[in-house]
């Protein structure tokens, strides 16, 4: 190489600090530092007359002082009219200094603000571009309703100026107007203004007008004023390739928010962006990032872009791990949802996140989060040696996430389970307390994941007892303790020394330590008996935790009823724990990947969580892939877009009609341990007498008896494992089919399921349902599907007071906890003796529902024919005299169109809803029935339904004392006669 | 978008406050400076959420610098934005500390006005903000000269105005690397890379058009055979120390003035440059790194109160070479009494303070051995945490670039003004210093 000289220099490049030292002067030259430190009385005073000295250089001190006040939060607005008079200057610096003043007071002193206005329009139309820009900025940061009204006329101008730098002022200023009087913008026509700023040849004014755009979007969500189209994307395409560095991060970010038309389309546009990788500035590759995650979602993946695509993510994404601390912070939260997303860009790239010795905690910890998402077969030796050297590290927060990561890899990666426990154990022997407390809770997880394997262990963490003294590593012993109590020769002894300060034990520890006696109690019975009677009396007796007595109460009555029950409920066989359920549930993940770059993707939750007013609420979501016949990864992406289309059933938010719902206890059964016992029949009678009166409404409220219940209720106790994992209403219903004179000729109508709520707005749980009425029990069935990558558990419901009172007759029996994938039908009985408020519609229903995951709420209507009472049969004097009893006011007059049936199918098909015909009429081949029907809080209707022979058309007229239910009870007939 | 931008002392007094949206208020001020900078705690995340109100805060010496929103804003950015901003401050007025800011206050607002407008970051390149930025007012320039300045400003070259002139064009080039690895007492790389910056020192007239390349193995690789061998023998001058022809690299990342859409479709690097100093690439590489020093550490527990510890380090470039300012780290256990050292050469020095054993070396020629020896006296503890044994750690500065990496040409075009390529005078250096270069023990 020739051209450059080689060699060393020594001369030739000297210190990086050149152009600071020609800039000292400013420091040693200015000693603007003074005004900082005046804190004398009457300084108000004083500045005053310095403002209104003749001097231009003691005007221009005194201004810095006043600013140098504003600064530090003294309050200097009494000084307003003195620092205005001195902004009629051809001084800039001083100029600047007048309107950092104006800005921070002139929402205090509005009417004194208006003498600015002048000097504004004049600076408006200086011929200095500079002296323009500066008054139309300023001005657009005067929140005062005068003052903007004045700044119309400017602003119009200078979005039409020649120079580009007043332009791009002014893009900036009609996003400021916006902001303080949005209609005044629309009115004015600057949006137009504005989108045809998109076209300018400048490429800065591009980005600015986008900015402000953008953020216009976000407060209309439906106005459809980023009109993005292909032509405007090439526009934006352009710009990017010449405009300033944030510039191009306005432009990425407002074309992630496109969606391309078909793949081609989507592909042209990465290809265009991908340069953008090669950026020095990280928000630039990370906003690039973020459009290319998404557009991808587009390509088929048997094109040859896309593997290509995947490979040029990965280096810039690592590049970003060399930037500073706090960059590489927000880097490696995206990473986390980018790995998840997509596993395959990074797999090979696990060394990188490996964590240095002086990374900053916040650094540290997000890298070993990564660390476990990448743990494969293939690199978990690696993994496994650089987390067990963390465990030795100083934070106790990093060392403890260690330690939990070891147990995170035993899960993940079956093949290293076995070196992980034996880590494990290493770990556990420096005696080094909370790491003993944190490796003992994975241990249980371990167990949870590999029963029977690693059991040998045991003896060494019993030696450990002693020096536990957090309540979740003590739990998890006590667990251990009780699962495997046959093994443990002294497992009584253990549990024992648990037992004498259970009252200063946290509740966690002390469900656990019941749970556990219990478990021991089963397996070994004979020696153990005080020990149970003990922990049941402290439990039942001397607590306060409602959870405890009731799991106590629930063991106590089990086992007094029928140990081998109590057997098949407490040793249970648990379901396996899942690998992965620390992911982000996907509908989440895929809103949280249209966010990258943003505080959304630092905080890992949807801007609606931390945003408030409009802005950020609306939800983004990845691109459907195109491609035609390629199912790819996601098949609920497709369906939860759908989905959320149709968003009626779901109360948007928690506010104020859903009060007292809030309120409610929605505490579910304990987590760890054996799911609680189901109310199982048979059980239940048995425990009748313990439980009183509570059961009653349990078993639905109108259950009066029948002949068919005591045979039902009677079935031997050995029947129960067989109905153990169905839903116990279920049962009842069978049993009273069995008993039968009640079924009616033509079965009740029972409308489908239909979706409640969508597994978009649930985190993955998706419920449908409908209701019926069976032999005088309600019932809301429904299914609950997991569209979520996590198992779920702990399900619970509660209703909102509604207009009839209904209410959950018992828990929801949701048992086996519901895995990925898997739907569970549920059937809830129904009493109406809840509280009641009227609700509108009359039939509507807020319900809400709990899981691990989070409440979800959601309205639905049931059908009033849930509540005909099936005594609804009314004597024919008797419905004559109450027809006419009735006011004629209260009657109401319906057409029931396109009904096919004569009037002897209807009356058939009218009475499985419990609308009982009464007599029948024929007037001029008009066939006339009256009916009656009986709402279960004793509401009486008449009906009369004219049905002409040959005319789809009926007519009903209704009558009722309450004739606000006319309207429901006819959409009713209208259901019942169409289906 | 950013709502307001607030600068602290280290007591969390307020030296500037300058706020851009309505949503943020005073309270704003004091919530930071009570939950982050008052907090006992030690940072735990670079974005603090208050009262739903997000701060994003770095730190220069014992300042600073918080940046206040109530919006989804682009994180990246708000960092980006600050750490420019911290230039931009250093530019103007040297070193960013209490008793500058104070004395430049009025300047910074004039810069947060300029550079921030709504929230929305500007034109922050300081070659452009110094045309029009500056204490002296704006008062006297003509009519072209405030275009120009808009029109930079604005421009497509923001970072370089028009008209520059130096009698001598001259430009510099320096190859910074800093080499990377984590090694296993068995000498096992655990991890190693280099990560490189090419900074550029220009000074040349008008607006000249940059040609820069580099042994990079992807274009070697296109360019065919025959113009690698005419390669191979110039870059031997290279003053490196390998014979690597070309080197794989992983990663890099450009200068803004830098056309990315070339270097994606030719993977040629052409620019034209701002005037002074600028940093035009950083990039990264992971393969074929030359390891200046390997550390052979042993450590050796005499009882329970008693360390003996041996150190080899071992020089591995060319003897012609010399590296400068070697420094090993050694540390030592915190129950530390007492520590006798002999080093064949250096000095070395155990320091209770840093819990260290410090061994210096001036120089150091390539191919070279040296060693130290320590025997550590400790204190008898209950302490049953075992010592953590940190990793030995090295600091070093080499003539040479550990990557491999290799300047091969840097072409100068100018066709309005009468000079070419030839007569522009360059010059470029090497320089290797060490990142965390660790060896566990």
Request: aromatic share 8%; glycine share 6%.
């Amino acid at each position: 190489m020739t051209e450059v000289n080689q060699g060393r220099r020594q001369k030739a490049i000297t210190a990086p600090t050149t152009p600071v030292t020609e800039n000292r002067q400013f420091g040693s030259k200015m000693t603007d530092s003074k005004y900082f430190t005046t804190t004398k009385k009457g300084e108000i005073f004083e500045l005053k007359a310095e403002l209104n000295s003749d001097k231009k250089e003691k005007k221009k001190e005194a201004v810095k002082k006043v600013i140098a006040s504003m600064t530090v939060g003294k309050d200097v607005s009494a000084l307003f009219p003195d620092v205005v008079n001195c902004m009629q200057t051809d001084n800039l610096e001083l100029k600047k200094l007048v309107y950092l003043y104006l800005m921070n007071y002139a929402k205090s002193q509005p009417d004194m603000a208006i003498m600015a206005v002048n000097t504004f329009v004049k600076d408006c139309e200086d011929p200095n571009p500079l002296i323009r820009a500066l008054a139309v900025r300023t001005m657009g940061c005067i929140r005062v309703d005068k003052i903007t009204e004045y700044l119309c006329e400017p602003l119009r101008k200078c979005l039409k100026d020649e120079d580009p730098y007043v332009r791009k002022t002014a893009a900036v200023c009609v996003a400021k107007l916006h902001d303080i009087n949005a209609q005044l913008v629309e009115d004015q026509g600057f949006l137009d203004t504005l989108k045809d700023l998109i076209s300018d040849s400048n490429p800065m004014v591009v980005a600015n007008a986008v900015a402000a755009l953008s953020e216009i979007a976000e407060s209309h969500p439906n106005s459809n004023l980023l009109d993005l189209n292909p032509q405007t994307i090439n526009k934006l395409l352009t710009a990017l390739n010449e405009c300033t560095e944030w510039g191009q991060i306005f432009i990425l970010d407002c074309l992630a928010n496109y969606t391309p038309r078909d793949d081609r389309e989507s592909q042209s546009i990465c290809e265009r962006v991908t340069p953008r990788l090669s950026h020095a500035n990280s928000a630039v590759v990370l906003s690039a990032v973020k459009v290319l995650m998404k557009f991808m979602e587009m390509l088929p993946k048997d094109l040859d872009y896309y593997g290509t695509l995947l490979k040029k993510l990965a280096p810039p994404l690592v590049t970003l791990l060399s930037a500073e601390p706090e960059l590489q912070y927000v880097a490696l939260r995206n990473i986390n949802l980018i790995v998840q997303r997509r596993p395959e860009i990074l797999k090979h790239e696990m060394k990188v996140f490996f964590v240095k010795y002086n990374d900053p905690i916040y650094v540290k910890l997000e890298k070993l989060d990564i660390m476990i998402r990448l743990a494969s077969q293939a690199n978990i030796a690696q993994v496994l040696a650089e987390l067990k050297e963390y465990a030795t590290e100083v934070d106790v927060d990093f060392v403890r996430k260690a330690v939990r990561a070891i147990g995170r890899c035993a899960i993940k990666v079956e093949q290293s389970a076995e070196r992980c426990v034996s880590t494990l154990l290493d770990l556990i022997q420096t005696k080094v307390n909370y790491v003993v407390q944190e490796a003992i809770v994975v241990i249980k997880d371990i167990f949870r994941k590999y029963p029977n394997k690693y059991e040998s262990v045991i003896a060494t963490l019993c030696e450990n007892l002693d020096s536990l003294d957090e309540p979740e590593a003590r739990a998890a012993m006590i667990w251990i303790v009780g699962e495997y109590a046959e093994r443990i020769d002294n497992a009584d002894e253990l549990l024992e020394s648990f037992l004498e300060g259970f009252h200063d034990e946290s509740t966690q520890v002390q469900l656990q330590l019941l749970t556990a006696i219990v478990k021991l109690f089963l397996k070994k019975p004979t020696e153990t008996q005080e020990l149970v009677q003990q922990v049941l009396s402290l439990a039942t007796q001397d607590s306060d935790n409602p959870d405890l007595r009731d799991r106590g109460y629930i063991y106590w009555r089990l086992l007094s009823t029928d140990p081998v029950a109590a057997k098949e409920v407490v040793l249970a066989e648990k379901p396996l724990i899942s690998e992965e359920t620390d992911l982000i549930e996907p509908t989440l993940l895929e809103e949280l990947i249209c966010h990258i770059g943003t505080l959304a993707s630092v905080y890992h939750k949807p801007p609606s969580a931390f945003v408030e007013g409009s802005r950020g609420v609306q939800h983004k979501r990845l691109p459907g892939s195109a491609g035609s016949g390629e199912s790819v990864e996601s098949p609920d992406t497709g369906s939860a877009a759908g989905v959320s289309e149709a968003p009626p059933a779901v109360i948007p938010s928690q506010g104020d009609l859903l009060g007292d719902l809030l309120n409610l206890d929605l505490t579910p059964p304990t987590t760890t341990g054996p799911p609680p016992p189901p109310a199982s029949s048979g059980m239940q009678m048995g425990a009748m007498d313990l439980l009183g009166g509570g059961l009653d409404s349990l078993l639905g409220g109108d259950l009066g008896g029948g002949p068919a219940m005591g045979t039902g209720f009677g079935a031997p106790p050995a029947a129960m494992p067989a109905s153990f994992n169905v839903p116990v209403s279920g049962g009842l219903d069978d049993l009273f089919d069995l008993g039968g004179g009640v079924g009616m000729p033509m079965g009740a109508f029972n409308p489908p399921k239909t979706v409640w709520l969508p597994a978009m707005k649930a985190k993955g749980l998706e419920i449908s349902g409908t209701f019926v009425r069976r032999a005088g029990v309600i019932q809301m069935e429904m299914t609950l599907t997991n569209k979520a990558m996590s198992v779920m558990t702990d399900f619970a419901i509660q209703f909102n007071r509604n207009s009839f009172g209904l209410a959950p007759a018992g828990p929801l029996q949701v048992l086996t906890p519901l895995s990925p994938n898997q739907s569970i039908e549920a059937a809830l009985p129904l009493s109406t003796v809840g509280p009641v408020m009227k609700m509108e519609p009359l039939n509507n229903l807020q319900v809400a529902v709990k899981n691990n995951i989070d409440v979800f709420y959601f309205s639905c209507q049931y059908p009033i024919s849930m509540l005909f009472a099936e005594d609804g049969k009314m004597e024919r004097q008797v419905f004559l005299a109450t027809w006419k009893d009735i006011p004629n006011d209260n009657e109401s007059q319906f057409q029931i169109k396109d009904c096919h049936l004569n009037s002897d199918a209807a009356s058939n098909k009218l009475q499985g809803s419990n609308i009982f015909t009464i007599a029948k009429r024929t007037v001029e081949g008009q066939d006339m029935l009256y009916q009656s029907m009986k709402l279960t809080n004793g509401i009486w209707v008449l009906a009369e339904l004219r049905v002409q022979a040959g005319n789809p058309n009926y007519t009903i007229s209704l009558k009722c004392r309450a004739p606000e239910v006319s309207q429901c009870v006819f959409q009713n007939y209208e259901m019942v006669l169409k289906n | 978008m950013i709502g307001g931008l607030f600068i602290y002392n280290h007591k969390g007094e307020v030296l500037i406050s300058r706020v851009y949206r309505d949503d943020i208020g005073r309270n704003a001020v004091d919530a930071f400076r009570v939950n982050v900078i008052h907090a006992r705690q030690q940072v735990r995340s670079p974005v603090t959420n208050i009262a739903r109100t997000s701060f994003f805060h770095v730190k220069r010496s014992n300042i600073w610098l918080a940046a206040v929103t109530k919006q989804n804003v682009n994180a990246a950015m708000v960092f980006e934005f600050l750490y420019k901003m911290c230039d931009v401050m250093t530019a103007y007025f040297g070193k960013i500390s209490e008793e500058n800011i104070k004395n430049n206050f009025v300047l910074i607002y004039e810069l947060l006005d300029e550079i921030l407008d709504f929230g929305y970051p500007q034109n922050s390149e300081t070659g452009a903000l110094k045309t029009f930025i500056t204490q002296q007012g704006i008062k006297g320039q003509t009519k072209e000269e405030q275009s120009q300045i808009t029109s930079q400003v604005t421009g497509q070259i923001g970072w370089r105005r028009e008209g520059i002139k130096y009698r001598r064009n001259e430009l510099f080039l320096d190859v910074l690397e800093s080499v990377n690895l984590l090694m296993s007492p068995q000498g096992q790389v655990l991890s190693a890379h280099v990560s490189g910056r090419v900074v550029m020192k220009s000074y040349l007239s008008g607006m000249p058009e940059c040609k820069f390349g580099m042994n990079d193995k992807i274009v070697i690789d296109k360019q065919g055979k025959g113009a690698a061998s005419d390669d191979a023998g110039k870059s031997d001058l290279g003053g490196g120390s390998s014979g690597k022809q070309s080197i794989a690299i992983d990663d890099c990342t450009f200068h803004q003035c830098v056309r990315l859409s070339k270097f994606d479709s030719e993977r040629s690097i052409s620019f034209i440059p701002p005037d002074g100093e600028y940093e035009l690439m950083r990039y990264r590489t992971t393969k074929d790194i030359i390891l200046p020093f390997r550390v052979i550490p042993l450590v050796r527990e005499v009882g329970r109160t008693k360390l003996e510890v041996k150190v080899v380090i071992k020089s591995n470039f060319k003897p012609s070479l010399l590296a400068q300012k070697i420094e090993v780290r050694i540390p030592t256990p915190l129950n530390t009494s007492g520590v006798q050292v002999i080093c064949m050469k250096g000095k070395a020095k155990y320091k209770a303070s840093e819990n260290a054993i410090v061994w210096k070396i001036k120089r150091m020629a390539g191919m070279k051995e040296s060693q130290i020896s320590a025997e550590i006296e400790l204190l008898p503890t209950n302490d049953k945490k075992k010592w953590a044994r940190p990793p030995i750690s090295m600091n070093f500065e080499v003539p040479f670039a550990p990557s491999g990496l290799k300047v091969r040409y840097l072409k100068v075009f100018e066709s309005k003004l009468n000079y070419s390529d030839h007569d522009v005078i360059k010059w470029v250096r090497y320089i290797g210093r060490s990142g965390i270069y660790e060896t566990r023990c």
